[in-house]
T-cell receptor, first 119, second 113 residues
């Protein structure tokens, strides 16, 4: 089945540890995004990538890092520099064709999310 | 900087009533999305609005877009308990060709049986 797989669903981290959240997609979508969700804050953009080997910082990139070595994969590392990492992390994709057509709505498709808790 | 504001942020209403959620945004955009989120779950796409005057309906929900007023509405008709969820609007900020999608803070809707 086509879709977006995030793992792990739940993750506990001790302070000072780096952790990596996985996001894999088999939708053949070009663009991939990482959002963070805190209660009452909506979704905030951490990083996004429009093509392989390229990515841009979002609004809250400090303390996070990403890579995009393959079209299917966009892992997010939460580093020890992120002071308040407890949150719900959502990965999303977007087809983003080179030439926008009327069929390209630009909407995001979301994975199931990963909940990170710092102990 | 694009700002997306939803109101109300919390809404408790009785079954059978009608209500409207508002989504205002600060910069020109011609694409707006509505998503639903159930507690502890991911986001589910509800509506995609791509032009001024666009109106989409699905069951008891209807969404509209006025790009001149920079306003979208999500109208709930004769609410039922199953519609209890958090609803987000999201707006595209065209930035060269690297579109950023910015979300509102969400409207938590609680429908009383």
């Amino acid at each position: 089945d086509g879709g977006i797989t995030q793992s792990p669903k739940y993750l506990f981290r001790k302070e000072g540890q780096n952790v990596t959240l996985s996001c894999e997609q088999n939708l053949n979508h070009d663009a991939m995004y990482w959002y963070r969700q805190d209660p009452g804050q909506g979704l905030r953009l951490i990083y996004y990538s429009q093509i392989v080997n390229d990515f841009q910082k979002g609004d809250i990139a400090e303390g996070y890092s990403v890579s995009r070595e393959k079209k299917e994969s966009f892992p997010l590392t939460v580093t020890s520099a992120q002071k308040n990492p407890t949150a719900f992390y959502l990965c999303a994709t977007n087809p983003r064709r080179e030439v926008l057509c009327s069929c390209d709505t630009g909407e995001l498709f979301f994975g199931e999310g990963s909940r990170l808790t710092v102990l | 900087e694009l700002k997306v504001e939803q109101n109300p942020l919390f809404l408790s209403m009785q079954e059978g009533k009608n209500y409207t959620i508002y989504c205002n945004y600060s910069t020109t955009s011609d694409r707006l999305y509505w998503y639903r989120q159930d507690p502890g779950k991911s986001l589910e796409s509800l509506f995609v609005l791509l032009s001024n005057g666009a109106v989409k309906q699905e069951g008891r929900l209807m969404a509209s877009l006025d790009t001149k007023a920079r306003l979208s509405t999500l109208h709930i008709t004769a609410a039922v308990h199953d519609l209890s969820a958090t609803y987000f609007c999201a707006v595209v900020l065209p930035l060269n060709r690297d579109d950023k999608i910015i979300f509102g803070k969400g409207t938590r809707l609680h429908i009383l049986p």
